[in-house]
Each structure stands twice: as structure tokens, then as C-alpha cells.
Nanobody
Framework: QVQLVESGGGLVQAGGSLRLSCAASGRTFSNYAMGWFRQVPGKERDFVAALTGSGGTTNYADSVKGRFTISRDNAKNTVYLQMNSLKPEDTAVYYC???????????????WGQGTQVTVSS
């Protein structure tokens, strides 16, 4: 089992920045690819970013490329999502997830956090 806890969400003005963190406990963190997804009420949970266990390969949704950066610190069992140049359409609940592959396919992830709200005001 892997337990994931997100933090760092909040309210920010458009153009601002936030850094989300996801702390993991349980099995060996570096064995897992990590992903970030987001969800707006009434819509599907959408892929944001993912990276491999070593952190050497990343994958981003087109909507966040050049603005968001995913990274991890395996010594701290933590994955981060640095979000810059935020837009109102980035408003959502953000979830981190752990699984065997750094994929955009949410069904390939085995473990999920509880989510953290990000609200971007215009």
C-alpha cells in the first residue's frame, strides 16, 4: 500500500504561482511513477503531468506545457507540481497518484491522494 497526501493548494490570482506537494508513505517511493491529475465538478479527472520513478522522464498535458513543472525528491518521498502563470481555467481539485507507468491514463494508477483545491481568480 501507498498513502498519498497532497498539500499546497489555495487561492491565487491569475498570473500567480503555486507549488503543490504530495507526500508518500508505505512502499518504496522510487519504485513508482507519479502523476498529477485535476478535476472540476461534473467533469472527468484530467491528466496534468507525470514522471518516472527516477524522475528522468516527464510527460505533460498540452494545456500546462511551459507553465507547470513536475519533479520529485525520492529522499523525501515527495512529488511536486510547480504551477506558474496560472489561469482561471486551472481551477480544480488536484490529485496525485502512484502507479507503474508515467502515463496520462488515470486507470493505470493504483493509489490516489485525497486532493487539494486550487482556485485561480481572474
Amino acid at each position: 500500500q501507498v498513502q498519498l497526501v497532497e498539500s499546497g493548494g489555495g487561492l491565487v490570482q491569475a498570473g500567480g504561482s503555486l507549488r503543490l506537494s504530495c507526500a508518500a508513505s508505505g512502499r518504496t517511493f522510487s519504485n513508482y511513477a507519479m502523476g498529477w491529475f485535476r478535476q472540476v465538478p461534473g467533469k472527468e479527472r484530467d491528466f496534468v503531468a507525470a514522471l518516472t520513478g527516477s524522475g528522468g522522464t516527464t510527460n505533460y498535458a498540452d494545456s500546462v506545457k511551459g507553465r507547470f513543472t513536475i519533479s520529485r525528491d525520492n529522499a523525501k518521498n515527495t512529488v511536486y507540481l510547480q504551477m506558474n502563470s496560472l489561469k482561471p481555467e486551472d481551477t480544480a481539485v488536484y490529485y496525485c497518484a502512484a502507479g507503474p507507468y508515467a502515463t496520462y491514463v488515470k486507470e493505470r494508477y493504483n493509489y490516489w491522494g485525497q486532493g487539494t483545491q486550487v482556485t485561480v481568480s481572474s
